[in-house]
């Protein structure tokens, strides 16, 4: 079982930066995928990036790309994703998903409560 803790969450302005962490206190953590997902308010959930177990493979929705980056510290049972250039359209709860494979959502067995992000213009 893993238990997901988003936190980082925050009113910003437009070009402003945001550094969201994903903690757990699972013991598999360092074997799981992790992958994290926005929900804008009357829209879907989305991808945003994700990060392979071992670290070495990342990857973006084309709206963050540039902007924003996945990272890792599996000794501190740690995901990142630090936020930089935040545009309104930006503004989302943010969640960490683990378990799962890329940009597939379905394939995410576990979910963390969601931090909220607004970006003010």
């Known amino acids: 079982q893993v238990q997901l803790v988003e936190s980082g969450g925050g009113l910003v302005q437009t070009g402003d930066s945001l550094r969201l962490s994903c903690t757990t206190s699972g013991r598999s953590f360092s074997t799981y995928n992790i992958g994290w997902f926005r929900q804008a308010p009357g829209k879907e959930r989305e991808f945003v990036a994700s990060?392979?177990?071992?670290?070495?493979?990342?990857l973006y929705a084309n709206s963050v790309k540039g902007r924003f980056t996945i990272s890792r510290d599996n000794a501190r049972n740690t995901v990142y994703l630090q936020m930089d250039s935040l545009k309104p359209e930006d503004t989302a709860v943010y969640y960490c998903?683990?378990?799962?494979?890329?940009?597939?959502?379905?394939?995410?067995?576990?979910w963390g409560q969601g931090t909220q992000v607004t970006v003010s213009s």
């Open positions: 998903a683990a378990g799962g494979s890329g940009s597939y959502r379905s394939s995410y067995g576990y």
């Open positions: 990060i392979r177990w071992t670290g070495e493979s990342t």
